[in-house]
């Protein structure tokens, strides 16, 4: 039998390695990204920790998927403890994208996994070094050299102009966001600053008449719910003596740690005591010298001493619930944080119909619409719902008065720096006060938080924060 | 029904009767006032150790008078069980007193309906103990093997992971195996009491 010579042999072998592999690399750049599931988390992938981040996944041709997103948030001391987001995605044929906004902790631990008909499809995880609590810089277009060399704070992420949230609570953990494009869409840059950011048009995005319009000519900086609108010029002026962030976290805060839900307070003992002793006594006395009447009145006296137990010692319901709303802005809209606190008597799982987050340490299950965690008994959870925009009524007209521009009274308006007033009527301009007006615990905390000039007012059913009229002014210390 | 009651009146007339019961309600006063809240703690947790006390309270009770009714006449032995069923009916008032501030999960339905049934089912278990000990003449341990039955059924329970015959987690916790269980020995003991009762001549049970 004639056999190849082996150097031959071994040409031919390297030869159709290599073709296979050039087939595979050309097939690969041909059809582009082909995962079936790619996850976005964050602006380009990157995440601000205690803040609430944009959530994107894009299925291509998998049909009803489970998507999970599993985040340990939990200490060496305390342990473990996982909040897990969970979401079904209907899918399909095509592409399929699903968008949302998530809180995200600093972690210990954080993965997605997309499951489809039992079997994992994608899988992803980020790592612990990743867990920066330092806000966000983006850049939509070319925003040129300078812009860029100004942006210090050391995590600029480039967008896709296209790829701008429209929902406030995207923008969350974005500091400043630079337009050096016509085609941004208005709805996204008045979300980023609505919820807090410096958002910077340049002549390049001006030119756009409809972005042109978000600043008038003349107007270099304009107030925008917690955070502002700004030509290029003025915000390069401002990094000159910067003003600080009106720091929104430390106001939720400081409304969720006053005027908590608090437990039934427990009936003293010693009525009790003597209730329950005087029972005993009597039924000892009827059953011993009360033959069968008197097993019959104990009888009697057993049920009525039941039920007259029950009715002042039973609390009216198991559940007792709270929401808070603060409203934190300027000029009519402000970004909305809603608290929803729970307290639960015998241990349940709660389940709040609410995009948001358990401030409270503890396990919790989250879909697009509801927050689930199990409570042990007597104990409450505290959830942050998603801030989202909203209109607010107090508003600064141009000669710095402030006025009431809702339809409710508004209960008590103090303004930091100045006096406090109470009920200011729907539609009226806030009076200059004439006594001394006692401040609640509420408006006491916020009040410390604010800028000076800035005002705290309160409806009775949220709490405003309304930032004044023209510039940031200094954030108090 | 009147030979019952009659039973019942005259069994209560006697010393024990009134002792015993001044001691389950002494007893179980004494807990609600140790486990009730003192002003600044947040939750009142004093259900859960007070229907504890009284489960086994009344175990012990039913399965002490269940074991001395066996060497009795079924008459006195039936007025001894209607005192311990009337006894432990009588101490719910102060159950629902803690159940009502507590608010714990488990319904009052459970108490309500498993106290009597236990007792029942204590007594009847009480009675089995009771003639083995006097088929193996072990009576003078009886007061020492009352007790040390209760242990060994909790120790049955957690061996074997279950809530069947121990009236301490059956206090707190649902458990359909444990009311059948109870229910089973109450309605086999009544049977049983039933066709005692009927072949013996009637006669009034004295102290």
Redesign the interface.
């Given at each position: 039998m004639k056999t190849m010579p082996q150097p031959r042999l071994r040409r031919l072998l390297a030869a159709a390695v290599a073709l296979a592999l050039a087939m595979t690399l050309a097939a690969a750049s041909a059809q582009g990204d082909t995962r079936p599931a790619a996850l976005e988390l964050g602006f380009g992938g990157a995440l601000v920790a205690d803040a609430w981040n944009p959530l994107r996944l894009v299925l291509r041709d998998v049909g009803p998927v489970e998507f999970e997103l599993a985040i340990d948030r939990g200490t060496l001391r305390d342990g473990e403890r996982w909040s897990r987001y969970r979401s079904e995605i209907r899918g399909g044929s095509g592409l399929t994208v699903f968008e949302d906004e998530v809180f995200v902790p600093v972690w210990r631990s954080l993965s997605w996994t997309v499951r489809s008909g039992g079997l994992t499809v994608a899988s992803g995880s980020v790592p612990r070094v990743q867990a920066d609590r330092r806000a966000l810089d983006l850049a939509v277009g070319e925003p040129g050299e300078v812009l860029r060399a100004a942006l210090t704070g050391g995590r600029t992420v480039d967008l896709d102009v296209d790829r701008l949230p429209l929902r406030s609570a995207a923008f969350d953990g974005v500091a400043n966001l630079i337009v050096a494009t016509g085609s941004a869409r208005p709805q996204a840059l008045i979300a980023a600053a609505v919820a807090g950011a410096d958002v910077v048009l340049t002549p390049t995005a001006r030119a756009n008449p409809e972005l042109g319009a978000m600043l008038p000519a003349g107007v270099e900086t304009r107030i925008v719910g917690a955070g502002r609108l700004l030509t290029q010029e003025a915000w390069l002026a401002n990094l000159t003596n910067p003003t600080r962030r009106l720091d929104q976290a430390a106001l939720v805060s400081a409304l969720a740690a006053t005027e908590r839900v608090s437990?039934p307070?427990?009936?003293?003992?010693l009525p009790?005591?003597l209730a329950?002793?005087g029972?005993?006594l009597f039924?000892?006395l009827v059953?011993?010298f009360g033959?069968?009447p008197g097993?019959m009145a104990?009888?009697v006296l057993?049920l009525t001493?039941?039920v007259a137990?029950?009715v002042p010692?039973?609390?009216a319901d198991?559940t007792i619930d709270q929401v808070r709303e603060l409203v934190i802005g300027a000029d009519g809209v402000g970004q909305r944080w809603r608290l929803h606190e729970r307290l639960t008597?015998?241990?349940?799982t709660i389940v709040l119909d609410v995009a948001g987050w358990p401030l409270s340490n503890i396990d919790a299950r989250q879909s697009p619409g509801q927050v689930a965690v199990d409570l042990a008994?007597?104990r409450s959870v505290l959830v942050l719902e998603r801030p989202r925009a909203t209109t607010m009524a107090l508003v600064q007209d141009a000669d710095g008065s402030w006025r009431n521009d809702g339809q409710r009274i508004l209960d008590v308006v103090a303004v930091r720096g100045g006096a406090a007033v109470q009920d200011v009527a729907a539609g009226s301009v806030v009076p200059v006060p004439t006594r001394d007006v006692a401040l609640g615990s509420v408006a006491s905390a916020l009040l410390e938080l604010v800028p000076n000039g800035a005002a705290v007012a309160s409806d009775g059913v949220r709490w405003m924060v309304a930032l004044p009229r023209g510039t940031l002014a200094e954030a108090a210390p | 029904m009147n030979a019952l009651l009659t039973g019942l009146e005259l069994r209560l007339r006697e010393s024990d009767a009134i002792q015993v019961a001044t001691l389950v309600f002494a007893a179980l006063v004494v807990t609600l006032a140790t486990v009730w809240p003192t002003p600044g703690t947040s939750a009142n947790e004093s259900w859960f150790a007070f229907a504890q006390m009284r489960s086994l309270v009344l175990a012990l009770l039913a399965l002490g008078y269940g074991a001395s009714a066996a060497a009795e006449s079924p008459r006195r032995a039936v007025a001894t069980g209607l005192m311990v069923l009337l006894l432990s009916v009588l101490v719910l008032p102060l159950e629902v007193a803690a159940y009502a501030a507590s608010y714990p999960a488990t319904p009052l339905w459970w108490s309500l309906v498993s106290v009597p049934v236990a007792a029942l089912g204590y007594l009847v278990l009480g009675a089995l103990l009771g003639r083995v000990v006097r088929a193996v003449r072990l009576g003078a341990f009886l007061p020492l093997l009352v007790p040390a039955a209760v242990i060994g059924l909790l120790v049955l329970d957690l061996r074997l992971g279950w809530t069947v015959l121990n009236p301490l987690t059956s206090a707190v916790v649902v458990s359909p195996l444990y009311l059948s269980m109870m229910g089973l020995l109450g309605a086999g003991g009544i049977v049983f009491t039933v066709l005692r009762w009927r072949r013996e001549p009637l006669r009034v049970v004295r102290a």
């Open positions: 437990a307070r427990p009936v003293a003992l009790l005591l329950a002793s029972y005993a039924v000892l059953l011993r033959g069968l097993m104990a009888l057993g001493a039941a137990a029950w010692l039973r609390p198991a008597l015998p241990a349940q008994r007597w | -």
